[in-house]
Structures are given as structure tokens and as C-alpha cells.
């Protein structure tokens, strides 16, 4: 009954900003580049229902809160066990952005180090470990294996980017790795794939990245992280929950 409840207010909550933007988009003559516009706008074209645009906005929400906040939290339990790097990327903030004012999304460009610290997070820490499910749509042949057609598949992206075959010292957390070769991590590059490839890679990539970049950059911007007392960084427990998501344990 609660859940019921909560998926009418959802809906009903969903609705109003659909009619606020379509009320908008009359008076302004034209759609505005926004998600919700978007979906709107090609309702016709691909004979979308209210409900099939419902569901789509609350899937690219509900899909990106825990993998963002998993990610940062992995990425900051780094930070900790390695406080070489992360006094490297306080001393880019403080040579790039300086101590009188608040970084911006306008800075990332000019913090390469902080974008491989990010990218580095991502390839020991994906939080989709094994991504969602696929489903082959023929039969298919792949490294001397038959894949039968409506084989359901898990692509063990956690296990790629440990592949000692084509990373050097994969269990270490080196950014540096990323100043040396510039890997892509948006699905052109299969050795490293957190947000999977093809025509359903994430449509939030570019998101993800900007949200674990801001939060990481102000977290480490403005304060020294240090393990509780009585711990050392080698201590810190990087042990992980395994699920659809990955959590730290």
C-alpha cells in the first residue's frame, strides 16, 4: 500500500514538471536542452507514452544516486590509503584555483591530475561491477565460445580493468597511469568500461563523471583527510559488498 501510495506521488509530482516544461516550451517557441524537453519533444516521433516518459526520468535519477555516491566514497577510502596522491592533487588545487575561492565545473579542465585521480577511482572501483544485464539478440561466437541467441550476459567489467595483461600493477592505485596513455572511459576503449559501450552505454556518463569530479574536488579542496586515530592508512578496510552495486563493506 505504501509503495502504491508513493509511486502515484511520484507520478502525480512527475507530471507537474512535464506540464510546466511543455507550458514553458508555447511560450518560448522551441525545446530548451534539457532531458525533460528532450523526451517531450520526441514523444511523437517515437510514440512515447506519459508513462514510458515517467519511467525514463526516474530510471536515469534512481541510476544515478548510488553509483555516484558509491564511487565518491571508494574513491575518497583512496584518498586515505594514499595520501601521496592525494597531496598531489590539494597542491594542483592550490596552484590552479588558489585558496580564495570555491573550485567550479569551469576548473576541471585545468586539473588533469584531479581527472585521473577520478579515472583511476573508476577502473579499481566501477560500481556496476558485472553492468546490467544483456541479452545476445543472435548467436554469436566470442573468444572460441557459442553464445547461444537469448543468452542473458554479464560483462565482468571489474575483472578488465584488473587484467594484469594490459594494465601494469593493476591493484595499485596510481593515477599517474592516466598521464602516460589518455584512456578512454566512455566506451571506446574495452580495458576500461565503467559505464559500458555501445548503444547502451550509460546515458549519464558524462554526468557521473562531473558529479564524482565536484564532489571529490570540494571534499579535498577544503580539508586534509586523514584515517581515524589509531589507523593506519594500510589498514583502512577496502573489502567489498558484492551486488548489482558494489558497496564498501
Not at 577511482?121 to 548467436?139: G, Y
Not at 580539508?223 to 558494489?246: A, C, H, R, Y
Request: charged letters at 25%.
Amino acid at each position: 500500500k505504501a509503495f502504491a501510495e508513493h509511486g502515484a506521488r511520484r507520478d502525480r509530482l512527475t507530471r507537474a514538471i512535464m506540464e510546466e516544461h511543455t507550458l514553458a516550451r508555447q511560450k518560448s517557441s522551441g525545446a530548451k536542452q534539457h532531458f525533460v524537453d528532450a523526451l517531450l519533444t520526441l514523444k511523437d516521433q517515437y510514440d512515447l507514452s506519459e508513462d514510458t516518459i515517467i519511467g525514463l526520468l526516474w530510471d536515469m535519477i534512481t541510476a544515478g544516486m548510488d553509483t555516484t555516491a558509491i564511487t565518491a566514497e571508494w574513491a575518497m577510502a583512496e584518498m586515505i590509503k594514499n595520501p601521496r596522491v592525494q597531496q598531489k592533487v590539494q597542491e594542483e588545487f592550490d596552484r590552479v584555483v588558489g585558496l580564495d575561492r570555491i573550485l567550479t565545473e569551469a576548473d576541471f579542465s585545468r586539473l588533469p591530475y584531479l581527472q585521473c585521480v577520478v579515472k583511476e577511482s573508476f577502473r579499481l572501483h566501477p560500481p556496476t561491477p558485472l553492468m546490467l544485464p544483456h541479452r545476445s539478440n543472435a548467436d554469436v561466437k566470442i573468444g572460441g565460445y557459442d553464445i547461444p541467441k537469448g543468452s542473458n550476459v554479464h560483462v565482468n567489467v571489474w575483472a578488465v580493468a584488473r587484467d594484469p595483461a594490459v594494465w601494469k600493477n593493476p591493484f595499485e592505485f596510481r593515477p599517474e597511469r592516466f598521464l602516460e596513455e589518455d584512456v578512454d572511459m566512455k566506451g571506446h576503449d574495452f580495458r576500461l568500461l565503467p559505464f559500458g559501450a555501445g548503444r547502451r552505454v550509460c546515458p549519464g556518463a558524462q554526468l557521473g563523471i562531473n558529479l564524482v569530479t565536484s564532489m571529490m574536488s570540494h571534499l579535498l579542496h577544503h580539508f586534509v583527510w586523514t584515517p581515524p586515530q589509531g589507523t593506519k592508512p594500510e589498514e583502512i578496510d577496502m573489502s567489498e559488498n558484492p551486488g548489482l552495486v558494489t558497496y564498501m563493506r
